[in-house]
């Protein structure tokens, strides 16, 4: 097993104050996007950037039922 240090801790809990941060100042003022129908740029921005996410797993699936089929060997998206 790999011990944790202390850095990764305060790593996380930066991100997690950040995030925390972003929500209260945002607020509602983003608008709610309907992945659906957002550009397949985006989703695969979405599948890359949320590794081990739900979201990932939505990204994943709109862009097979949009064509495009994931290499699990060379790691790639390829169109169908």
């Keep these: 097993t790999m ?7 305060s ?3 930066c991100c997690f104050t950040n ?3 972003i929500k209260d100042f945002l607020g509602e ?4 996007i309907n992945i659906r129908q957002e550009r397949t740029e985006l ?3 979405t ?3 949320s590794l081990g996410d739900a979201l ?3 990204a994943a699936s709109l862009l097979f039922e949009r064509g495009w089929r994931y290499h699990k060997q060379d790691c790639i998206w390829l169109a169908r």
Excluded: E, T, W
Excluded at 3 to 9: E, G, H, L, T, V
């Design 3 to 9: 011990a944790r240090s202390s850095s990764d801790c």
């Design 11 to 13: 790593i996380k809990k």
């Design 19 to 21: 995030s925390v941060f």
């Design 29 to 32: 003022k983003l608008p709610k």
């Design 43 to 45: 989703l695969f921005f």
């Design 47 to 49: 599948f890359y950037s």
């Design 56 to 58: 990932q797993l939505v």
